[in-house]
């Protein structure tokens, strides 16, 4: 215990001050991105669970991989977070990306999970939740995911509810994604939002909120917003007032890729029955669920998860791009 506290200790020591970018405690933070929150430049955080846990390889490398170069060309910084042995990185380079996409042993990082991988030096993808902690430790306001976690079905009685929605009601960042999942309950999910006061918006031109695989769940957001100058407006007004709550902004899938929802609503309905009688619990659930979605679907879902990833970079790049050019 003694020899692993002070090895800890003295790769905390020797990292910091830093010479390559912020380094804060078991933070540590990629050159590119410091460099470019101090300058007030553009910056796109986004998370590993999605490498880890949410694609199969090779998918999830080449993602993860063509994401940040969507955040590049839209003209922003790219600061994928992860855990690697123990410190939790903002910004990773090419080969920690390629490491998290084949390791089997990377655990799913959510808030609760942070003492444990960080005590133990494990290695990890980060949820929603625990990206946006360590994107916030950054001083980066605009976060972009596929989806988030939500109350589960059957939640009222499991209490099965999502790290992400109380970090989304602690934590003030904008997450950018495709809404909910239909594996979830998206009208509990709303409800909890709302009680944890975070701002839903959809971004697009009605109130519709959108089930990650289809742009409509059946539900509305409060409000919308219809371009990234009003998407940064509105950050910069959640910034001001000081409030420690996050943003949910929610991006419809482009209608070309939304073709299959049918399709994908069946093979959720059975991944979920599968799921129940397997006895998959806690949070085990999404990552069954999704691969098993994939597999029924022969990899159309992940095809539409993709495509929809790729739509949120660009809108989530031009929102972080707005919201700078907002604060010069
Ligand atoms: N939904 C997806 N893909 C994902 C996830 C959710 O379509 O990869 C991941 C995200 O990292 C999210 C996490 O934060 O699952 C939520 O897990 P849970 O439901 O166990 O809180
Ligand atoms: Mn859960």
Same mark, same amino acid.
């Given at each position: ?27 540590? =933070?990629?050159?590119? #991105? ?5 300058? /007030? +430049?553009?910056?796109?955080? &986004? $998370? ?127 997450? =950018?994604?495709?809404? #909910? ?5 998206? /009208? +509990?999910?709303?409800?909890? &939002? $709302? ?134």
């Amino acid at each position: 215990m003694l020899g692993r506290l002070s090895k800890h200790l003295r790769r905390c020591i020797s990292t910091s001050p830093c010479k390559c970018g912020l380094q804060d405690g078991p933070f540590s =933070v990629h050159p590119d #991105v410091s460099q470019a929150v101090a300058e /007030g +430049r553009p910056v796109v955080a &986004l $998370e590993s669970t999605i490498i880890t846990h949410g694609m199969p390889y090779p998918h999830n490398l080449s993602t993860a991989k063509e994401v940040e170069a969507i955040v590049r060309e839209q003209g922003a910084i790219p600061a994928t977070v992860g855990v690697l042995e123990g410190r939790v990185h903002v910004g990773l380079s090419g080969d920690e990306l390629d490491f998290l996409s084949r390791s089997k042993t990377s655990l799913k990082v959510s808030r609760r999970d942070l003492p444990y991988v960080i005590s133990k030096g494990l290695s990890g993808g980060t949820t929603v939740s625990g990206t946006m902690i360590a994107a916030h430790k950054a001083g980066i306001p605009v976060f972009v995911t596929g989806g988030i976690g939500g109350v589960h079905r059957d939640g009222e009685n499991t209490l099965d509810i999502s790290a992400d929605l109380t970090e989304l009601g602690r934590t003030p960042i904008a997450v =950018v994604s495709a809404g #909910v999942k239909s594996i979830l309950d998206i /009208g +509990r999910t709303l409800e909890f &939002l $709302e009680t944890q006061g975070v701002c839903v918006v959809t971004y697009g031109h009605s109130k519709k909120f959108p089930a990650f695989f289809t742009s409509h769940s059946g539900y509305c957001s409060p409000y919308h917003v219809s371009n990234p100058e009003e998407a940064a407006e509105l950050i910069a007004g959640t910034l001001s007032l000081g409030l420690q709550s996050g943003l949910l902004l929610a991006v419809p899938i482009p209608q070309e890729h939304s073709a299959t929802g049918g399709e994908i609503e069946d093979a959720i309905q059975r991944a979920l029955a599968e799921a129940n009688s397997k006895d998959i619990k806690g949070r085990d659930v999404t990552p069954f669920i999704l691969q098993r979605v994939n597999e029924l679907t022969k990899g159309k879902s992940l095809q539409a998860n993709i495509a929809l990833i790729h739509n949120n970079t660009k809108v989530g790049s031009q929102i972080a791009c707005a919201l700078s050019e907002h604060k010069q």
